[in-house]
């Protein structure tokens, strides 16, 4: 015996359920050493710290 939806789904409920597969935008945020905007739970590009330690060291140019 088959499985069959008793009643049929509203264009308006399907397409509610199909609306929101769009991702968010990533989270900035500063950083507490240099200033500079990075991305939450990622090494600062700029200086290379995260959560105050200096994970990457950076070249001086």
């Known amino acids: 015996m088959a499985i069959v939806p008793k009643r049929k789904t509203s264009k308006a409920r399907r ?12 989270t900035i945020r500063i950083c507490a050493h240099c200033g500079a ?15 105050g330690r200096q994970v990457i060291i950076k070249k001086e140019d």
Not at 15 to 23: G, I, P, S
């Open 15 to 26: 397409n509610k359920r199909r609306a929101n597969w769009k991702l968010k935008l990533p």
């Open 37 to 51: 905007y990075h991305r939450s739970h990622r090494v600062c590009a700029n200086c290379g710290y995260y959560r």
